[in-house]
């Protein structure tokens, strides 16, 4: 009963920073030179029918009055018409969310299995050879552009092997799925992954030299208890929360990725709008990423309350 409390708490809290979301979003949109109106119709086009156009759009009203025409909208969840491919927004949304939604998951899941093992076996042999080669690794990664690497492996292992498509998007079997996939997602869990071993590898460091790790180890329990229920189970309470950071990172970062790969998520959706200067498609994504953000962070605290019983929600 206190946890379904606690989230109900948390998702009226998620309505002010929405509303904030909101109007920094449609400020930052309208103010941004340039007359969408004009960009739809044409540099040919006579100013009578940019005029017309303007109107239609409802741009002639004052800009406070657009705004709670647009908040009005965003409550009964009409997002509006894309002005660039004249269809419904949320058909739009739903059609590419979930291109981004399974990249970003498959994404984190490459991180993880990547950063837990590596952490791990990292902190657990600090200062050795395998802890500085996988140190060296970690910073080589932070330092490559994500945009670099895809290239990178575009041309390796599309243009010279072969084995992989360059970009594009076949969802007819799991397998051409997979393969359009593998590029991009290996592209952007390499800074996660990296981010993580870090951390894991850290909180692992200073666990070990906790007093009740001695203690399980005096009371006779195996090596695989020890590692299990007091070093593993207790360094992984960091890793949680910094992996929500970078689950929302990643989503931010499919403009770049979904761009370069040529997959028809939101994050190209994005890149696409912003440059058609489509103010309604814009004020949605932005929208439905701080809505996904913050569903990221209400999950991560209460997976806390599992992972360390001594959290309280």
């Given at each position: 009963?206190?946890?379904?409390?606690?989230?109900?708490?948390?998702?009226?809290?998620?309505?002010?920073?929405?509303?904030?979301?909101?109007?920094?979003?449609?400020?930052?949109?309208?103010?941004?030179?340039?007359?969408?109106?004009?960009?739809?119709?044409?540099?040919?086009?006579?100013?009578?029918?940019?005029?017309?156009?303007?109107?239609?759009?409802?741009?002639?009203?004052?800009?406070?009055?657009?705004?709670?025409?647009?908040?009005?909208?965003?409550?009964?969840?009409?997002?509006?018409?894309?002005?660039?491919?004249?269809?419904?927004?949320?058909?739009?949304?739903?059609?590419?969310?979930?291109?981004?939604?399974?990249?970003?998951?498959?994404?984190?899941?490459?991180?993880?299995?990547?950063?837990?093992?590596?952490?791990?076996?990292?902190?657990?042999?600090?200062?050795?050879?395998?802890?500085?080669?996988?140190?060296?690794?970690?910073?080589?990664?932070?330092?490559?552009?994500?945009?670099?690497?895809?290239?990178?492996?575009?041309?390796?292992?599309?243009?010279?092997?072969?084995?992989?498509?360059?970009?594009?998007?076949?969802?007819s079997t799991p397998w051409t799925m997979f393969k359009c996939l593998i590029m991009p997602a290996f592209t952007q869990s390499l800074m996660t992954a990296a981010i993580l071993i870090r951390d894991m590898r850290n909180s692992v460091v200073d666990i070990i030299k906790q007093d009740y790790v001695d203690f399980a180890r005096s009371k006779g329990l195996s090596a695989s208890a020890v590692r299990n229920r007091h070093i593993l189970r207790n360094s992984l309470v960091s890793t949680v929360t910094l992996l929500s950071m970078r689950m929302a990172a990643l989503l931010g970062g499919s403009v770049i990725i979904e761009s370069v790969f040529s997959l028809p998520g939101i994050g190209k959706l994005t890149y696409e709008a912003i440059s058609a200067r489509d103010y309604t498609v814009v004020q949605s994504v932005v929208f439905v990423f701080a809505a996904l953000v913050l569903a990221i962070n209400l999950l991560t605290d209460i997976l806390y309350s599992f992972l360390d019983p001594r959290v309280s929600l």
């Open positions: 009963m206190r946890r379904l409390t606690y989230i109900l708490k948390r998702i009226l809290q998620m309505i002010p920073v929405l509303l904030i979301v909101t109007i920094i979003t449609f400020l930052m949109i309208h103010l941004i030179p340039g007359d969408p109106a004009r960009i739809l119709a044409g540099e040919k086009a006579r100013e009578s029918v940019v005029e017309a156009l303007r109107v239609k759009m409802g741009l002639d009203k004052p800009l406070w009055e657009q705004y709670i025409i647009y908040l009005k909208n965003l409550v009964t969840l009409d997002l509006g018409t894309s002005l660039k491919y004249s269809r419904p927004v949320a058909d739009l949304l739903l059609e590419r969310m979930p291109v981004t939604i399974v990249l970003t998951l498959f994404s984190t899941l490459l991180g993880l299995l990547f950063a837990l093992p590596l952490g791990y076996i990292s902190g657990l042999h600090k200062d050795t050879t395998a802890d500085h080669a996988i140190r060296l690794s970690t910073l080589i990664a932070i330092a490559m552009p994500s945009f670099w690497i895809g290239l990178l492996l575009m041309i390796l292992f599309s243009v010279k092997l072969k084995w992989l498509p360059a970009g594009g998007w076949d969802p």
